[in-house]
Protein backbone atom coordinates (compact mmCIF):
# COMPACT_ATOMS: atom_id res chain seq x y z
CA UNK A 1 0.00 0.00 0.00
CA UNK A 2 0.65 3.71 0.26
CA UNK A 3 2.34 3.99 -3.54
CA UNK A 4 2.92 7.11 -5.54
CA UNK A 5 3.76 7.32 -8.74
CA UNK A 6 5.56 10.25 -11.00
CA UNK A 7 5.44 10.94 -14.35
CA UNK A 8 7.92 11.36 -16.27
CA UNK A 9 10.52 9.78 -14.34
CA UNK A 10 12.64 11.96 -16.65
CA UNK A 11 12.60 14.73 -19.04
CA UNK A 12 14.42 16.64 -21.36
CA UNK A 13 13.87 20.57 -22.76
CA UNK A 14 14.61 23.48 -24.02
CA UNK A 15 15.12 26.37 -22.47
CA UNK A 16 12.23 28.33 -22.24
CA UNK A 17 9.78 26.12 -22.79
CA UNK A 18 7.10 24.67 -19.97
CA UNK A 19 7.16 21.08 -18.68
CA UNK A 20 4.31 19.31 -16.79
CA UNK A 21 4.94 16.79 -13.95
CA UNK A 22 2.43 14.72 -12.70
CA UNK A 23 2.30 13.21 -9.51
CA UNK A 24 -0.31 10.38 -8.30
CA UNK A 25 -1.33 8.33 -5.31
CA UNK A 26 -2.06 4.93 -6.71
CA UNK A 27 -4.24 3.42 -3.77
CA UNK A 28 -4.72 5.96 -1.22
CA UNK A 29 -6.25 9.32 -1.57
CA UNK A 30 -4.56 12.56 -0.38
CA UNK A 31 -5.63 15.13 1.19
CA UNK A 32 -2.02 17.22 1.07
CA UNK A 33 0.34 16.92 -1.00
CA UNK A 34 4.29 17.84 -1.13
CA UNK A 35 7.03 19.11 -4.02
CA UNK A 36 10.09 18.70 -3.14
CA UNK A 37 13.70 19.90 -4.85
CA UNK A 38 16.85 17.77 -4.27
CA UNK A 39 20.43 18.62 -5.56
CA UNK A 40 23.04 16.14 -6.51
CA UNK A 41 24.78 14.77 -2.81
CA UNK A 42 22.11 17.26 -1.38
CA UNK A 43 18.88 16.89 0.87
CA UNK A 44 15.34 17.36 0.16
CA UNK A 45 13.93 20.89 -0.21
CA UNK A 46 10.65 22.04 0.13
CA UNK A 47 8.78 24.08 -2.36
CA UNK A 48 5.54 24.33 -1.98
CA UNK A 49 2.64 22.36 -0.38
CA UNK A 50 -0.68 21.76 -2.00
CA UNK A 51 -4.46 20.83 -0.28
CA UNK A 52 -7.10 19.26 -2.51
CA UNK A 53 -8.60 22.07 -4.30
CA UNK A 54 -7.22 24.63 -3.04
CA UNK A 55 -4.37 26.99 -4.00
CA UNK A 56 -0.93 25.79 -2.91
CA UNK A 57 1.99 27.28 -0.17
CA UNK A 58 5.16 28.10 -1.76
CA UNK A 59 8.16 28.16 0.61
CA UNK A 60 10.06 31.11 0.68
CA UNK A 61 12.41 32.24 -2.12
CA UNK A 62 9.93 29.63 -4.20
CA UNK A 63 8.95 31.56 -7.07
CA UNK A 64 4.90 30.58 -7.76
CA UNK A 65 4.56 32.33 -11.10
CA UNK A 66 7.16 29.57 -12.09
CA UNK A 67 6.39 26.77 -10.48
CA UNK A 68 2.67 26.00 -10.80
CA UNK A 69 1.26 24.30 -8.95
CA UNK A 70 -1.79 22.02 -9.10
CA UNK A 71 -4.01 19.78 -6.86
CA UNK A 72 -7.17 18.95 -8.49
CA UNK A 73 -8.19 16.09 -7.15
CA UNK A 74 -7.57 13.94 -4.04
CA UNK A 75 -4.90 11.54 -6.26
CA UNK A 76 -3.28 13.75 -8.50
CA UNK A 77 -1.14 16.71 -8.40
CA UNK A 78 1.15 18.63 -10.51
CA UNK A 79 3.93 20.68 -11.04
CA UNK A 80 4.09 22.72 -14.25
CA UNK A 81 7.78 24.43 -14.71
CA UNK A 82 7.10 27.45 -16.75
CA UNK A 83 9.91 29.08 -19.44
CA UNK A 84 12.30 27.02 -17.58
CA UNK A 85 16.15 27.55 -17.96
CA UNK A 86 19.22 25.46 -16.91
CA UNK A 87 18.92 26.76 -13.63
CA UNK A 88 16.04 24.94 -13.01
CA UNK A 89 17.48 21.62 -13.76
CA UNK A 90 17.07 19.39 -10.63
CA UNK A 91 15.25 16.25 -9.00
CA UNK A 92 11.62 16.72 -8.66
CA UNK A 93 9.95 14.53 -5.95
CA UNK A 94 6.40 14.79 -4.98
CA UNK A 95 4.77 13.10 -1.90
CA UNK A 96 1.88 12.41 -0.35
CA UNK A 97 0.08 12.57 3.14
CA UNK A 98 -3.05 10.31 3.68
CA UNK A 99 -5.83 12.35 5.53
CA UNK A 100 -5.71 9.91 8.43
CA UNK A 101 -1.69 9.29 8.90
CA UNK A 102 0.72 11.33 9.28
CA UNK A 103 3.59 9.72 6.99
CA UNK A 104 4.69 10.82 3.85
CA UNK A 105 4.98 8.91 0.91
CA UNK A 106 7.20 9.64 -2.14
CA UNK A 107 7.12 9.06 -6.05
CA UNK A 108 10.35 7.97 -7.55
CA UNK A 109 10.93 11.35 -8.92
CA UNK A 110 11.64 13.32 -12.21
CA UNK A 111 15.07 14.31 -13.73
CA UNK A 112 14.50 17.46 -15.22
CA UNK A 113 17.18 18.19 -17.38
CA UNK A 114 16.97 21.54 -19.21
CA UNK A 115 19.60 22.71 -22.45
CA UNK B 1 13.13 27.66 13.73
CA UNK B 2 13.38 23.84 13.62
CA UNK B 3 17.19 22.28 12.69
CA UNK B 4 18.00 18.28 11.90
CA UNK B 5 21.26 17.46 11.73
CA UNK B 6 22.43 13.90 10.80
CA UNK B 7 25.80 12.06 11.60
CA UNK B 8 28.06 10.98 10.10
CA UNK B 9 27.76 12.13 6.64
CA UNK B 10 29.15 9.09 5.23
CA UNK B 11 30.14 6.03 6.78
CA UNK B 12 31.88 3.07 5.10
CA UNK B 13 31.32 -0.51 7.06
CA UNK B 14 32.77 -3.46 5.88
CA UNK B 15 29.65 -6.33 5.73
CA UNK B 16 28.79 -7.74 8.83
CA UNK B 17 30.13 -4.51 10.83
CA UNK B 18 26.99 -3.19 12.91
CA UNK B 19 27.06 0.80 13.62
CA UNK B 20 24.19 3.93 14.14
CA UNK B 21 23.86 6.63 12.31
CA UNK B 22 22.75 9.77 14.44
CA UNK B 23 20.13 12.82 13.84
CA UNK B 24 20.10 15.49 16.29
CA UNK B 25 17.07 18.23 16.22
CA UNK B 26 15.83 21.34 17.72
CA UNK B 27 12.05 21.62 17.19
CA UNK B 28 9.23 23.15 19.21
CA UNK B 29 6.39 20.55 19.56
CA UNK B 30 8.07 17.53 17.45
CA UNK B 31 4.87 15.51 16.05
CA UNK B 32 6.69 12.76 14.70
CA UNK B 33 10.45 11.69 13.59
CA UNK B 34 10.49 9.77 10.60
CA UNK B 35 13.64 7.71 8.76
CA UNK B 36 13.94 7.11 5.15
CA UNK B 37 15.81 5.52 2.99
CA UNK B 38 17.01 6.88 -1.04
CA UNK B 39 18.82 5.17 -3.35
CA UNK B 40 20.40 6.82 -6.39
CA UNK B 41 17.48 8.65 -8.46
CA UNK B 42 15.14 7.31 -6.53
CA UNK B 43 12.57 8.98 -3.78
CA UNK B 44 13.02 8.09 -0.43
CA UNK B 45 11.35 5.47 0.88
CA UNK B 46 9.54 5.23 4.64
CA UNK B 47 11.01 2.99 7.30
CA UNK B 48 10.30 4.48 10.70
CA UNK B 49 8.23 7.08 12.69
CA UNK B 50 8.84 8.07 16.00
CA UNK B 51 6.68 10.38 18.39
CA UNK B 52 7.73 10.40 21.89
CA UNK B 53 11.09 9.79 23.73
CA UNK B 54 11.84 6.43 24.79
CA UNK B 55 9.93 4.92 21.09
CA UNK B 56 11.28 2.00 19.35
CA UNK B 57 10.83 0.71 16.21
CA UNK B 58 12.49 -2.78 14.77
CA UNK B 59 12.60 -3.80 10.88
CA UNK B 60 14.94 -6.17 9.77
CA UNK B 61 18.10 -5.45 10.30
CA UNK B 62 17.52 -1.49 11.18
CA UNK B 63 16.49 -0.26 14.96
CA UNK B 64 15.19 3.55 15.00
CA UNK B 65 15.68 4.67 18.60
CA UNK B 66 14.35 8.37 19.97
CA UNK B 67 15.09 10.81 23.15
CA UNK B 68 14.09 14.15 23.59
CA UNK B 69 17.42 15.72 21.58
CA UNK B 70 17.96 12.73 19.11
CA UNK B 71 17.39 9.64 17.25
CA UNK B 72 19.60 6.88 16.27
CA UNK B 73 19.36 4.51 13.03
CA UNK B 74 21.16 1.24 14.30
CA UNK B 75 22.16 -1.14 11.94
CA UNK B 76 22.80 -4.83 12.70
CA UNK B 77 25.20 -7.24 10.63
CA UNK B 78 24.64 -5.24 7.70
CA UNK B 79 24.83 -6.20 3.94
CA UNK B 80 25.48 -4.10 1.06
CA UNK B 81 22.25 -4.42 -0.42
CA UNK B 82 22.06 -2.22 2.82
CA UNK B 83 23.62 0.73 1.11
CA UNK B 84 21.82 4.04 0.74
CA UNK B 85 21.70 6.95 2.08
CA UNK B 86 19.25 7.56 5.30
CA UNK B 87 17.45 10.22 5.70
CA UNK B 88 15.84 11.46 8.94
CA UNK B 89 12.97 14.52 8.75
CA UNK B 90 11.10 15.91 11.79
CA UNK B 91 7.40 17.22 11.76
CA UNK B 92 6.59 19.76 14.18
CA UNK B 93 4.20 22.78 15.45
CA UNK B 94 1.22 23.01 13.50
CA UNK B 95 1.82 22.11 10.25
CA UNK B 96 2.50 19.16 7.68
CA UNK B 97 5.58 20.19 6.41
CA UNK B 98 8.84 18.08 6.94
CA UNK B 99 12.61 19.18 7.60
CA UNK B 100 14.89 16.96 6.50
CA UNK B 101 18.49 16.61 7.77
CA UNK B 102 21.33 16.30 5.12
CA UNK B 103 21.17 12.31 4.93
CA UNK B 104 23.96 9.76 6.11
CA UNK B 105 25.46 8.04 2.91
CA UNK B 106 25.90 4.53 3.80
CA UNK B 107 28.31 2.47 2.07
CA UNK B 108 28.34 -1.72 3.21
CA UNK B 109 31.29 -3.23 1.14
CA UNK B 110 31.20 -7.36 1.00
Known amino acids: GAVVSQHPSWVICKSGTSVKIECRSL??????MFWYRQFPKQSLMLMAT?????????EQGVEKDKFLINHASLTLSTLTVTSAHPEDSSFYIC???????????FGPGTRLTVT | EDQVTQSPEALRLQEGESSSLNCSYT??????LFWYRQDPGKGPEFLFT???AGEEKEKERLKATLTKKESFLHITAPKPEDSATYLC???????????FGGGTRLMVKP
Open chain 1, 95 to 105: SAKPGQGSEQY
Open chain 1, 27 to 32: DFQATT
Open chain 1, 50 to 58: SNEGSKATY
Open chain 2, 27 to 32: VSGLRG
Open chain 2, 50 to 52: LYS
Open chain 2, 89 to 99: AVRAGAGNMLT
